[in-house]
């Protein structure tokens, strides 16, 4: 039984269907107001989506970022906005390189 109900949603992961799940209608609806929604977002899909905004590189230095969590709503105009307050937000440093790139790497231990 494939009918999708009002307020359901089901993703597709590598051509596989997921489970139906509950749908976020503000989450789903963001882009139409030129806003990203993360909701417990690993930081690795995160940056990944945030490359489509933006044509400089950014790169994660360090695997073990990738499974930090990013919850928050952002304006999808300005990414480097997003990018400058992922220090606050998370245990990261985001270095701007000469060349617009963005390097974002584990935040130093200051004793």
Sequence with gaps: ?????????????????????????????????????????????????????????????DPGLAALKVTGVFEAHNVDLLLGLLPSILPVAVLQQGDGSVRIQRKPITK
Excluded: C
């Design 1 to 61: 039984d494939v009918y999708k109900r009002q307020g359901q949603q089901v993703d597709s992961i590598g051509g596989q269907l997921m489970p139906v799940a509950k749908a976020d209608a503000s989450k789903a609806m963001a882009w139409k107001d030129d806003r990203i929604v993360f909701e417990q977002t690993p930081l690795d899909e995160a940056v990944s989506l945030l490359r489509h905004y933006r044509k400089a590189p950014i790169e994660l230095s």
